[in-house]
Structures are given as structure tokens and as C-alpha cells.
């Protein structure tokens, strides 16, 4: 029978319906009923791609006898972390506290007052390398729930008290400047993988948002090392079997240090973030590798994650079953035994993919599969067999089962998307993708967005979401508006961005300035959310400091250059001494050292010489520069859209471009290679 899971609009939850676990969603009513039967709350967090998340549930949740225990003796919570990210930051934050580390599965027992008082991560069925079995976690906090009541609210009350005293202090830190920029390029060298790219050891994660901040210390600075660090880590990622050699697209980390084996889940964020970063590259150095890698994850995205309804559904799945034998395997649909490449394309075109794709009889990865990489020293291959090679291989992988998809479309990384789509559409000269891009943009507006402007976190098939957007979906999308701004000179885009930054100054931002995750009449939890770091993605905090920035540059609002800064004292703060975990910020505010630019270019739209000048515009380096485009804008606000554009003239009735920063403006140019100049361009 059907928990009440059935009716939930999470792909995750969903999955969970037909447990025998009488599964309740995170709601007032599943503590009351804790409370009224006297009973502790386990809490469950997940996501739909997590491999161990779906073990856990084979193992134990769709296990009967343990499904009877956990009925009898707990009110069981199931959350989806995608779609509930300020619950899952607040136990996250517990768990890492209380055992040094964390991770999904989360599992989380707490009062029927959502203290928590025991946690953990994945438990096995069996006991096994030190760690104790699933039930044995049950009845262990079932004894001491009721043989030390005491002891238990003792506890939790202990770990509530432990959380509030982690409130940050970062209000008063300072503007980060050229030498805290400087700090965090150091700290980042001593971390630097020299050999194979990349920060750190195994796990190895895609650093996304420390390369964009690399790329524009390089572009502000001239710095060449931080550009070999961005540019060697892109190539060797785009070499390794991280990246999708036959599809495009980026799995979500590599379990070993060389990128050659990756946890096969495929994220939105990741693609969106690392199809901008690879264009970014493409627009610093001209690598015709960078291009292809930006353009094959772009149309990644389109075709495999884009929604009816034209958003950008969550992840693919790391498990598919596994042609023959009916079982769901990590890497089914992406790896390769050298017999499956003579399959499809003959001994001797097998041959050539088996060098070209670094497939051993061995295998690279488990039961003698490989999982293709492109290696440096690899034979020269002529491009046209190599394209047909690939299409042959991508055709038949089509003909597997194909991993499941989450199809919730979340607003912060769609914001994500469609500033990476906006962008390779107009540096790649592909109008397909801005159209994409904004196709998202307005489902956004039209189901995510209330008449208040404000966001609602998820929808599915085009129905919103019951939960409320967070801290970084009003930064994430706001971002994306601006980058479309600029892309379609529709300035619709940023008035929209405008609503968004409005709402975080008001509804987010404390007196000191620091930013919250939640809103201020959110929903209350033991405590209320608050991280500047990045994760996967960049933080709430950053990416809200970063459109604040780009909004005050557009409109020359002093109030949100204002907010802007007082949030960046948390980059002041940390960017030197965790580089690694704030990129985004130290991105920002590399844009906010440099000025960021600001730039207008006016002209008829029909005006090759205008198109020029706003190709020339975006391709430019400096960092974060706002680019609008646009009819001059007269003193009785008749012409162009934005306020960039106010009362700027042709020069000799011809396209003329304006940069300025700093209060301070460069010559009116009508010639794009003085413009490029102006913005420190390197023309591909």
C-alpha cells in the first residue's frame, strides 16, 4: 500500500511511495504525531541520482521486518535535499559536527521538537567494516529513547544550544581587496595537483568556481599561473573519463585523483557551471578544445535534461540496468569491455577506439569495462573517422537502458543554465541556445515566480512546488536574467533581475549585512541556515553578492553596491585561508576590484557595425563587465531599455560603445578593436 509519499511532487520521494515504511514528508503534522505517540522522529535525506541512497532503501527501507520496526517505534521523515536545502543544511551541519563528516544518505533521529540527538550516514543491513547494521542503529536509539529519556533530551538540547553558538561574524571584515585576491592565489598553488590537474586528492571534484575565479585574476592581473592552473585542470577533466567522451557533459566527481573513474550521476549544476567555465576558457586563450567541450555540454543539456515545459530537470541517475542481466548497476550505460567495441564498429574501427578511448582488456573500471577517456599521447586519428567512430558508439549506447531522470526542475540551477546557454549561444554564434535559455527564463517567471516576485524552489511538469525558493535561487536567477540582458538586449531580463535583488536586500539580509539562506518569515528550524561556502555549487551567500554587484552596475544603484560589498566581507575573511571553498566569492569580487565595467553600446538593431561592437563587448575579459545594448536612451526616457544607454549618442552616427568604471569613462569607440582594448579582450 502507498505511504504518503504518493502524492509528492519529488522525483526522489516518489521513488519511496511504495515502501512499507509509512513515510511522512517534512511537515508540522509528522511531529505532532511523534509528540502525541511519544515516539523520536528519524529523519531520512536523499536525492534521486545518490547511489547510496538508493542501496539504503534496497537494503533496509523496502525490507519488510525493518520497515515494521521503524513503524512501530519511530515517526519516519523522508526529504529530498534538492528540494529542501535549508533542512538539509541545518542537520548537515549537525552530523558534520557531531562525526567530522557528512553526506547523503543522511540519517538524522531527533525529538518530536526536530532536535536532533543521533546521527549518521548509510548503515548496512549487516554489520560489517566497523560499522554497525541498519537495525541495530534502530533498536540502540529505541533503548535509549526510552531507558534514558533524560540523557537523550540532555543531548539534543546540547547539539541545539552547540548550533546556535556557530553564528557567523562576518559583517565587519572589511572589502576584499587586490591582497586578499593575491592570499587566495597562493593558498591555491600550495593545493594545486601539478601532475594531474585539479585540487586535492581522491575524491576529485570539478572545481568549478575556483577556475572562473582563476580566469578573471588572470584577466585582471596578467597572471599566468592561475591561467595554467585553470587551463590545465579544463584539459585534463575534459581528457578523463569525467567527462562524457561520446555524449558531452560532465559526471559529478571522479573517485581517483586522475579523473579516469567518475560517480557517474550526472547534475544540472555541474554542466551548467562547467559548460560556462569551458567558454570562458575558449574566450580567454581561443582553445578549440574549450570549444568543444562548452558546445557539447550545452547541447548535453538541451538534449537530455531539457523539460517539456522548456526548464532543465535535475540529474540523470549514476545507475541503469545493466543490459542481460536486469540489474541496476553504477556505469552501466557508459562503460565498455573491448568485445562491445568490435560489436558495433569491427575489428578494425574497434582498434582505433580502443587507443583513441584508452579501453584495456582489463579494464579501467569494474568487471574488465573501461570508461572512455581521450589520453594526450593517443594516435593521431584523421577527424572525420574519429566523428563517425563516436556516432556509431553514441548510437548504440542509445539502444541501453538509459539512467533515470530527476525531472524537478529547481530554480537556482536553472539561473545556472540559462547564463551558461545565453552565453555559448553568443560567443558560438548558436541562437538555438539563447533561444533555450530563455525558454527557461520565462517558465521561471510564469510558475516559479508569484505576483509578489517571489520564487518557489522546484516545479515539476509545469505545477510549482510547495516549498519556498531559498537565498540561492533568488542569486542564481537573478544571475541568469542579467546574463540574458545582455545577451538579447531585452531589458525586461534585468528588470526581473531587479525584483530578485530587491527580495534579498529585503527578506534575506541582516543588519550587519550577512546574508541568510532562508527568508526571514521562512518556515523556522532548530536553526536558521546561514554559509557563505561553496559546495557543489556556489553558495547562496556569493551568488546573491554577485548580482547584487552586477544589478548596482547596470543601474548605478549605490543601496545594492552597498549590499554587495558588505556581503563580500566574508570573502575578506576567508578567501586567503579556505580559497578552495569560497571560489565564488573570490570570482565576485575579482569584478568587484576591477570595477566590474560597465558597458553600453548604442546603435540601430539592424546595424551589422552595432552587432560587432556587442560581440566585442561580451567576448571581453574583464572581470563580471555588465554589457547593455541598445537605441541611445534620451533625457525623456524614450529609446533604449536600460539605464547604461541614458543619453548615450552615436559618434558620427555610427554604433558607438562606452566603458566606464570607477566613475571614471574610457573614450566613446566606434571600432571594436579599440573596444576590445577598453575591456581587455583577447579575440579568439
Same mark, same amino acid.
Given at each position: 500500500?502507498?505511504?504518503?509519499?504518493?502524492?509528492?511532487?519529488?522525483?526522489?520521494?516518489?521513488?519511496?511511495?511504495?515502501?512499507?515504511?509509512?513515510?511522512?514528508?517534512?511537515?508540522?503534522?509528522?511531529?505532532?504525531?511523534?509528540?502525541?505517540?511519544?515516539?523520536?522522529?528519524?529523519?531520512?535525506?536523499?536525492?534521486?541520482?545518490?547511489?547510496?541512497?538508493?542501496?539504503?532503501?534496497?537494503?533496509?527501507?523496502?525490507?519488510?521486518?525493518?520497515?515494521?520496526?521503524?513503524?512501530?517505534?519511530?515517526?519516519?521523515?523522508?526529504?529530498?535535499?534538492?528540494?529542501?536545502?535549508?533542512?538539509?543544511?541545518?542537520?548537515?551541519?549537525?552530523?558534520?559536527?557531531?562525526?567530522?563528516?557528512?553526506?547523503?544518505?543522511?540519517?538524522?533521529?531527533?525529538?518530536?521538537?526536530?532536535?536532533?540527538?543521533?546521527?549518521?550516514?548509510?548503515?548496512?543491513?549487516?554489520?560489517?567494516?566497523?560499522?554497525?547494521?541498519?537495525?541495530?542503529?534502530?533498536?540502540?536509539?529505541?533503548?535509549?529513547?526510552?531507558?534514558?529519556?533524560?540523557?537523550?533530551?540532555?543531548?539534543?538540547?546540547?547539539?541545539?544550544?552547540?548550533?546556535?553558538?556557530?553564528?557567523?561574524?562576518?559583517?565587519?571584515?572589511?572589502?576584499?581587496?587586490?591582497?586578499?585576491?593575491?592570499?587566495?592565489?597562493?593558498?591555491?598553488?600550495?593545493?594545486?595537483?601539478?601532475?594531474?590537474?585539479?585540487?586535492?586528492?581522491?575524491?576529485?571534484?570539478?572545481?568549478?568556481?575556483?577556475?572562473?575565479?582563476?580566469?578573471?585574476?588572470?584577466?585582471?592581473?596578467?597572471?599566468?599561473?592561475?591561467?595554467?592552473?585553470?587551463?590545465?585542470?579544463?584539459?585534463?577533466?575534459?581528457?578523463?573519463?569525467?567527462?562524457?567522451?561520446?555524449?558531452?557533459?560532465?559526471?559529478?566527481?571522479?573517485?581517483?585523483?586522475?579523473?579516469?573513474?567518475?560517480?557517474?550521476?550526472?547534475?544540472?549544476?555541474?554542466?551548467?557551471?562547467?559548460?560556462?567555465?569551458?567558454?570562458?576558457?575558449?574566450?580567454?586563450?581561443?582553445?578549440?578544445?574549450?570549444?568543444?567541450?562548452?558546445?557539447?555540454?550545452?547541447?548535453?543539456?538541451?538534449?537530455?535534461?531539457?523539460?517539456?515545459?522548456?526548464?532543465?530537470?535535475?540529474?540523470?541517475?549514476?545507475?541503469?540496468?545493466?543490459?542481460?542481466?536486469?540489474?541496476?548497476?553504477?556505469?552501466?550505460?557508459?562503460?565498455?569491455?573491448?568485445?562491445?567495441?568490435?560489436?558495433?564498429?569491427?575489428?578494425?574501427?574497434?582498434?582505433?577506439?580502443?587507443?583513441?578511448?584508452?579501453?584495456?582488456?582489463?579494464?579501467?573500471?569494474?568487471?574488465?569495462?573501461?570508461?572512455?577517456?581521450?589520453?594526450?599521447?593517443? =594516435?593521431?586519428? /584523421?577527424?572525420?573517422?574519429? !566523428?563517425?567512430?563516436?556516432?556509431?558508439?553514441? *548510437? %548504440?549506447? @542509445? &539502444?541501453?537502458? +538509459? =539512467?533515470?531522470? /530527476?525531472?524537478?526542475?529547481? !530554480?537556482?540551477?536553472?539561473?545556472?543554465?540559462? *547564463? %551558461?546557454? @545565453? &552565453?555559448?549561444? +553568443?560567443?558560438?554564434?548558436?541562437?538555438?541556445?539563447?533561444?533555450?535559455?530563455?525558454?527557461?527564463?520565462?517558465?521561471?517567471?510564469?510558475?516559479?515566480?508569484?505576483?509578489?516576485?517571489?520564487?518557489?524552489?522546484?516545479?515539476?511538469?509545469?505545477?510549482?512546488?510547495?516549498?519556498?525558493?531559498?537565498?540561492?535561487?533568488?542569486?542564481?536567477?537573478?544571475?541568469?536574467?542579467?546574463?540574458?540582458?545582455?545577451?538579447?538586449?531585452?531589458?525586461?531580463?534585468?528588470?526581473?533581475?531587479?525584483?530578485?535583488?530587491?527580495?534579498?536586500?529585503?527578506?534575506?539580509?541582516?543588519?550587519?549585512?550577512?546574508?541568510?539562506?532562508?527568508?526571514?518569515?521562512?518556515?523556522?528550524?532548530?536553526?536558521?541556515?546561514?554559509?557563505?561556502?561553496?559546495?557543489?555549487?556556489?553558495?547562496?551567500?556569493?551568488?546573491?553578492?554577485?548580482?547584487?554587484?552586477?544589478?548596482?552596475?547596470?543601474?548605478?544603484?549605490?543601496?545594492?553596491?552597498?549590499?554587495?560589498?558588505?556581503?563580500?566581507?566574508?570573502?575578506?575573511?576567508?578567501?586567503?585561508?579556505?580559497?578552495?571553498?569560497?571560489?565564488?566569492?573570490?570570482?565576485?569580487?575579482?569584478?568587484?576590484?576591477?570595477?566590474?565595467?560597465?558597458?553600453?553600446?548604442?546603435?540601430?538593431?539592424?546595424?551589422?557595425?552595432?552587432?560587432?561592437?556587442?560581440?566585442?563587448?561580451?567576448?571581453?575579459?574583464?572581470?563580471?563587465?555588465?554589457?547593455?545594448?541598445?537605441?541611445?536612451?534620451?533625457?525623456?526616457?524614450?529609446?533604449?531599455?536600460?539605464?547604461?544607454?541614458?543619453?548615450?549618442?552615436?559618434?558620427?552616427?555610427?554604433?558607438?560603445?562606452?566603458?566606464?568604471?570607477?566613475?571614471?569613462?574610457?573614450?566613446?569607440?566606434?571600432?571594436?578593436?579599440?573596444?576590445?582594448?577598453?575591456?581587455?579582450?583577447?579575440?579568439?
Amino acid at each position: 500500500m502507498p505511504n504518503r509519499l504518493a502524492h509528492a511532487t519529488s522525483p526522489y520521494l516518489l521513488q519511496h511511495a511504495d515502501n512499507p515504511v509509512d513515510w511522512w514528508q517534512w511537515e508540522p503534522a509528522a511531529f505532532e504525531e511523534a509528540r502525541r505517540r511519544g515516539v523520536p522522529v528519524f529523519l531520512s535525506v536523499g536525492y534521486s541520482s545518490c547511489h547510496w541512497c538508493h542501496v539504503l532503501a534496497h537494503e533496509s527501507f523496502e525490507d519488510e521486518l525493518t520497515a515494521a520496526y521503524m513503524n512501530e517505534h519511530f515517526v519516519n521523515i523522508k526529504v529530498d535535499r534538492e528540494e529542501r536545502p535549508d533542512v538539509d543544511a541545518v542537520y548537515m551541519e549537525a552530523v558534520q559536527a557531531a562525526t567530522g563528516q557528512g553526506g547523503w544518505p543522511m540519517s538524522v533521529f531527533m525529538t518530536a521538537d526536530a532536535e536532533p540527538f543521533y546521527f549518521g550516514t548509510y548503515f548496512p543491513p549487516e554489520p560489517r567494516q566497523g560499522m554497525p547494521s541498519f537495525m541495530q542503529v534502530l533498536e540502540g536509539v529505541r533503548t535509549a529513547w526510552v531507558g534514558r529519556p533524560e540523557e537523550v533530551a540532555e543531548v539534543a538540547q546540547r547539539i541545539v544550544r552547540d548550533l546556535a553558538g556557530r553564528q557567523l561574524d562576518y559583517g565587519k571584515a572589511g572589502t576584499p581587496g587586490p591582497e586578499e585576491l593575491a592570499g587566495a592565489l597562493l593558498g591555491l598553488t600550495r593545493e594545486y595537483d601539478a601532475a594531474r590537474g585539479g585540487f586535492g586528492g581522491a575524491p576529485k571534484f570539478p572545481p568549478s568556481m575556483v577556475l572562473e575565479f582563476l580566469l578573471r585574476h588572470h584577466a585582471r592581473t596578467g597572471s599566468e599561473g592561475a591561467l595554467q592552473m585553470a587551463g590545465d585542470t579544463c584539459e585534463a577533466m575534459a581528457r578523463g573519463g569525467i567527462y562524457d567522451q561520446l555524449g558531452g557533459g560532465f559526471a559529478r566527481y571522479a573517485v581517483d585523483r586522475e579523473w579516469v573513474v567518475p560517480h557517474f550521476e550526472k547534475m544540472l549544476y555541474d554542466n551548467a557551471l562547467l559548460c560556462r567555465v569551458y567558454a570562458h576558457l575558449w574566450r580567454s586563450t581561443g582553445s578549440g578544445l574549450a570549444r568543444r567541450v562548452a558546445l557539447e555540454t550545452a547541447d548535453f543539456m538541451v538534449r537530455e535534461l531539457r523539460t517539456e515545459q522548456g526548464g532543465f530537470a535535475s540529474a540523470l541517475d549514476a545507475d541503469s540496468e545493466e543490459p542481460g542481466s536486469g540489474r541496476h548497476v553504477e556505469g552501466a550505460y557508459y562503460a565498455w569491455t573491448p568485445g562491445q567495441l568490435v560489436d558495433v564498429l569491427g575489428e578494425e574501427d574497434a582498434a582505433v577506439a580502443r587507443a583513441c578511448f584508452a579501453v584495456t582488456d582489463e579494464g579501467t573500471f569494474e568487471h574488465g569495462k573501461s570508461v572512455l577517456q581521450l589520453p594526450q599521447d593517443g =594516435p593521431v586519428v /584523421d577527424a572525420d573517422r574519429l !566523428a563517425d567512430i563516436k556516432a556509431r558508439l553514441l *548510437a %548504440a549506447r @542509445a &539502444e541501453r537502458p +538509459a =539512467p533515470g531522470r /530527476d525531472d524537478k526542475v529547481v !530554480a537556482a540551477w536553472n539561473g545556472l543554465a540559462i *547564463a %551558461a546557454l @545565453a &552565453e555559448c549561444g +553568443a560567443y558560438f554564434e548558436r541562437p538555438d541556445l539563447v533561444e533555450r535559455a530563455i525558454e527557461a527564463a520565462d517558465l521561471l517567471v510564469r510558475v516559479h515566480m508569484d505576483g509578489r516576485a517571489r520564487l518557489a524552489r522546484t516545479s515539476k511538469d509545469g505545477q510549482v512546488g510547495a516549498n519556498a525558493g531559498v537565498l540561492e535561487d533568488y542569486g542564481d536567477v537573478a544571475e541568469g536574467f542579467l546574463t540574458l540582458a545582455a545577451v538579447t538586449g531585452e531589458g525586461v531580463w534585468l528588470e526581473f533581475a531587479g525584483f530578485l535583488v530587491d527580495l534579498i536586500m529585503a527578506r534575506f539580509t541582516a543588519e550587519d549585512g550577512s546574508l541568510y539562506d532562508t527568508a526571514h518569515d521562512a518556515e523556522r528550524l532548530i536553526r536558521r541556515p546561514q554559509d557563505p561556502t561553496d559546495t557543489a555549487a556556489p553558495s547562496g551567500w556569493t551568488a546573491a553578492a554577485g548580482a547584487l554587484l552586477s544589478y548596482a552596475a547596470h543601474t548605478g544603484s549605490e543601496a545594492h553596491r552597498t549590499a554587495a560589498e558588505r556581503a563580500l566581507g566574508v570573502v575578506h575573511s576567508l578567501g586567503p585561508r579556505v580559497p578552495r571553498f569560497i571560489g565564488h566569492g573570490l570570482a565576485v569580487a575579482e569584478a568587484l576590484v576591477d570595477g566590474p565595467r560597465e558597458v553600453a553600446v548604442v546603435g540601430h538593431p539592424d546595424d551589422p557595425a552595432r552587432a560587432a561592437l556587442h560581440r566585442t563587448a561580451l567576448l571581453g575579459t574583464a572581470p563580471g563587465a555588465v554589457v547593455a545594448v541598445g537605441m541611445p536612451r534620451t533625457a525623456d526616457g524614450a529609446g533604449g531599455e536600460f539605464p547604461l544607454l541614458d543619453e548615450r549618442t552615436l559618434v558620427r552616427d555610427l554604433p558607438t560603445a562606452y566603458v566606464c568604471r570607477h566613475f571614471v569613462c574610457a573614450r566613446p569607440t566606434t571600432e571594436p578593436v579599440e573596444l576590445a582594448q577598453q575591456l581587455g579582450a583577447v579575440r579568439p
